[in-house]
């Protein structure tokens, strides 16, 4: 196995109070926002509704109600994660290559 390989290979993976945090094969952690991961679900469902709709502006209410937590995550394969959230949403399949290229920490963000 290459070391890129073993890069997006999580080690382990737990859900923190409002973040997800993934410990990396390189041994590399990062942590993602529930907010983020919602906002960016890949989907079908939610794609549609970004293309047809744009961004969430100051004045337009996304959702009403308590921000969704993350309540399971199964694992699809080797290669990504479903995330199953609280207010019954479970589409979004979470490709570990996908989130690594995203990692919001200071220095994975300096280097994109």
């Known amino acids: 196995m290459s070391t890129a390989s073993r890069a997006v290979k999580p080690r382990n ?64 394969g080797a290669y990504a994660v479903r995330i199953v959230w609280s207010d019954g949403h479970r589409a979004g399949i979470f490709r570990y290559a996908a989130l690594r290229e995203r990692c919001p920490c200071e220095t994975c963000r300096a280097e994109r």
């Open 13 to 76: 993976l737990a859900v923190a109070p409002g973040e997800l945090a993934i410990a990396w094969g390189d041994r590399h952690e990062s942590y993602y926002p529930f907010e983020m991961l919602r906002q960016d679900c890949p989907c079908a469902e939610c794609r549609t509704i970004r293309r047809h709709h744009g961004p969430a502006g100051p004045l337009r209410v996304a959702r009403e109600g308590p921000e969704p937590a993350i309540v399971a995550l199964e694992p699809v």
